[in-house]
């Protein structure tokens, strides 16, 4: 590039930035009260120009909202609450430009920045109205003070009020390169009824119930975010008394990528279909201690994905099974998968593809919890291609050869097999050496022992494949 075009190029730069700061507020070093003074003559100043502006007839550029213009104390020592939520207030009802879903007011991708600082509040920043979009609160950190309310969130997407005239409560807000700290009282983020939320770059910690609780609603993305109740990077003496949940996903469509858990009692919770969990590390609380890395509790109709994760010293946990589907995942530390009977239902279960690893204590990779009574309605169900090392290996699908000289075979597939009595198909290729023909036929398959036998006697090899998936 010559110098002349790079002066050409800067200078199409600096135009485009006056155009695109409609309502940038500066911040400034001055005392926080002096900046509150201002910050109220500001937004007075601003719902005169929102008047203006909602007549006119679409504003061009995002409206800017910087938190410290509102009072907000950057250096987390006094209590920021009140300004925090005046910038959101002022956010929500700031310039728009038509609408989203039915109802669903654009804000046109407005942003409350927090500046970077560090800001201490003592109620959930809970949104005033329902029925907004396009909004981001980006750039920096929250801390619950001690009287924050145990049961509250620190950022919580559910209106205070909502007056009907949209189905959803927000679509496309985005939340990111937050750190949210609530100092063991209550949880980080709580979305309810919302549509396409961002939840991207967040570091979400000493949370007692939820790091982030998804309600209702469709379609939130939590991205390359990381969540521990404590902060340690594993090992920690305290690990037995993790609690709380990181991530609890009460709601249908939402995605979980590139997520890392490092401590609580229980990963991941999922109550809702259809949601998909890659590339999740969980090592929160290991199941020796009574963890759980993902739990999924939706019975009977389960519609989960589980791919490319690193379960590390904790498994996962599904109840009666209904579509799920757990693959490229490595499994460290004796972690295994729980599958827990409610109504004995299991059908259209996929876990292929895995990595097992343990210390040789001979921990079966899969597991059944038939405390509820058995699985006895199983179908379409495949459990295979799993290597292990150090760990015993199960599957829904079992292979054996057996050599003998006489007119019975006997492959006893137990120690693979899942189910204690479940074969479904069988296939088997019988080897005799000598010049005889031998009538030979399968028998019986009752307690995962096939049984071969020809009519005369002969010294024969038996290869026998034996499928507990597939009732077709
Ligand atoms: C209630 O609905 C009306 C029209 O649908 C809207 O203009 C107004 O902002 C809403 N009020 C609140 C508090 O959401
Ligand atoms: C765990 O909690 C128990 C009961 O609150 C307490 O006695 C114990 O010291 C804690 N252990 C660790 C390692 O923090
Ligand atoms: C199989 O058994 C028969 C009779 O018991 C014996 O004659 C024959 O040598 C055996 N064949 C082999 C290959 O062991
Ligand atoms: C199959 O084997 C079981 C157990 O060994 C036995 O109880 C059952 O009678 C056998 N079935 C047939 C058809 O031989």
């Not at 309502?23 to 003559?41: F, M, T």
């Not at 250096?75 to 207030?89: F, H, N, Q, Y």
């Not at 770059?201 to 609603?217: A, D, K, M, P, S």
């Amino acid at each position: 590039m010559t110098a002349t075009r790079k002066a050409l190029a800067l200078c199409t730069i600096i135009i485009g930035m006056a155009t695109f700061l409609t309502i940038h507020v500066h911040g400034h070093n001055e005392n926080y009260r002096d900046q509150l003074q201002k910050s109220q003559n500001f937004r007075a100043s601003l719902i005169q120009r929102d008047s203006v502006l909602s007549n006119s007839p679409s504003p061009t550029a995002a409206a800017l909202y910087d938190v410290t213009s509102y009072g907000a104390d950057p250096t987390g020592k006094v209590d920021s609450t009140e300004a925090l939520l005046g910038a959101i207030s002022d956010a929500l009802k700031g310039p728009s430009s038509g609408f989203l879903m039915q109802g669903i007011v654009n804000l046109g991708g407005a942003q409350i920045n927090l500046q970077g600082g560090n800001y201490l509040i003592s109620r959930p920043l809970q949104f005033p109205v329902a029925g907004r979009g396009n909004l981001v609160i980006h750039g920096g950190t929250l801390k619950a003070s001690d009287n924050f309310p145990a049961d509250g969130y620190l950022i919580d997407l559910s209106p205070s009020s909502n007056n009907g005239s949209s189905s959803y409560n927000y679509e496309f807000i985005t939340l990111r390169d937050l750190l949210l700290d609530s100092n063991y009282r209550g949880g980080g983020i709580q979305v309810v009824n919302s549509l396409r939320t961002s939840i991207d770059n967040c570091y979400i910690t000493h949370f007692r119930t939820n790091g982030i609780l998804v309600q209702g609603g469709h379609e939130t993305y939590i991205r390359s975010s990381y969540l521990g109740q404590h902060i340690t990077a594993g090992a920690d003496p305290g690990e037995r008394n993790f609690s709380g949940t990181a991530i609890n996903l009460m709601g249908n469509d939402n995605s979980v990528t590139d997520v890392v858990i490092f401590s609580a009692a229980i990963g991941i919770v999922v109550s809702g279909q259809a949601n998909t969990l890659s590339g999740v590390h969980c090592y929160n609380k290991a199941t020796g201690f009574g963890g759980t890395g993902i739990y999924l509790k939706l019975p009977g109709l389960t519609q989960t994905r589980i791919v490319n994760s690193y379960m590390d010293f904790t498994g996962i946990v599904a109840e009666d099974p209904v579509q799920l589907h757990i693959s490229s995942s490595f499994f460290l530390g004796d972690a295994y998968i729980l599958l827990k009977s409610i109504n004995g239902v299991m059908n259209g279960v996929n876990i292929v593809d895995n990595m097992f690893a343990g210390s040789d204590k001979g921990i079966e990779i899969v597991q059944l919890d038939q405390q509820n009574g058995a699985f006895n309605q199983v179908d379409q169900v495949v459990i295979d291609r799993n290597n292990v090392k150090g760990m015993k290996l199960k599957a829904t699908v079992a292979r054996e050869s057996v050599q003998g000289n006489g007119s019975s075979w006997i492959a006893d597939l137990n120690s693979v097999l899942l189910f204690p009595n479940l074969i479904k198909r069988v296939q088997y290729t019988f080897i005799t050496p000598g010049n005889s023909f031998p009538n030979h036929a399968l028998r019986n398959v009752t307690s995962n022992q096939v049984v071969i036998q020809s009519d005369v006697a002969v010294p024969a090899t038996v290869f026998v494949t034996a499928d507990q998936g597939n009732s077709f």
